[in-house]
Nanobody, 122 residues
């Protein structure tokens, strides 16, 4: 089991930036690919970005390519999501997940954090 705690969300104007953090504890962090997902009101949870265990490969949803950057620090057991040029369409609860990554697809593990709210005003 992996415990995940997201932080860094908040209210920001369109065009602004936020940096989300995901602190992990429990099983060995570097064994996992880390993914970020988001869920807007009335919508299903969707994939945002993922990063392999060693940070060597990253993958993004088309909607965030060029604006969001995922990274990780295995020494700190933490994954990050730098979000730039935010739009109101990015408003959602953001969740991190520890899972597996094959051929560009993040396969979520069973453990999720509580999420962090990101609200972008126009």
């Amino acid at each position: 089991q992996v415990q995940l705690v997201e932080s860094g969300g908040g209210l920001v104007q369109a065009g602004g930036s936020l940096r989300l953090s995901c602190a992990a504890s429990g099983r060995t962090f570097y064994n996992y690919a880390m993914g970020w997902f988001r869920q807007a009101p009335g919508k299903e949870r969707e994939f945002v970005a993922s990063i392999k265990w060693n940070g060597g490969s990253t993958y993004y949803a088309d909607s965030v390519k060029g604006r969001f950057t995922i990274s990780r620090d295995n020494a700190k057991n933490t994954a990050y999501l730098q979000m730039n040029d935010l739009t109101p369409e990015d408003t959602a609860v953001y969740y991190c997940n520890a899972g597996a990554s094959y051929s560009g697809t993040h396969y979520p593990g069973p453990d999720w954090g509580q999420g962090t709210q990101v609200t972008v005003s126009s």
